[in-house]
Nanobody
């Protein structure tokens, strides 16, 4: 099973930027369907962005135009570039992987992913 390790979280002021990374180990990364999720205290985990093996992406409405998901198959790494951060973006961010293609319109549902990282914290101050 693939092991996922996130990094890049931190504290920024509102309007700032962060880039999260997720390294994948122990599997053929190019065959994996990947996604970023986040969870704020007291709230349910929500899908932020997903990317398939061909690089097609999908985003939650709340982050469209501000976040960009990308993957580097040569480095076995998933990225999330986050710009114009808002306090509402604060939470623990997790990357997730699946060996099976989720239906594109549902790729932001956590049930489709079987492997998860430990998370990286993002804090945004107003």
């Amino acid at each position: 099973q693939v092991r996922l390790v996130e990094s890049g979280g931190g504290s920024v002021q509102s309007g700032g930027s962060l880039r999260l990374s997720c390294g994948a180990y122990g599997d053929t990364y190019s065959n994996l369907y990947m996604a970023w999720f986040r969870q704020a205290p007291g709230k349910a985990r929500e899908g932020v962005a997903c990317i398939d093996t061909d690089g097609r992406t999908r985003y939650a409405d709340s982050v469209k135009g501000r976040f960009t998901i990308s993957r580097d198959n040569t480095q076995n790494t998933l990225y999330l570039q986050m710009n114009s951060l808002e306090p509402e973006d604060m939470g623990m961010y997790y990357c997730a992987a699946s060996h099976f293609r989720p239906p594109p319109e549902w790729c932001l549902l956590s049930a489709y992913y079987g492997s998860w990282g430990q998370g990286t914290q993002v804090t945004v101050s107003s």
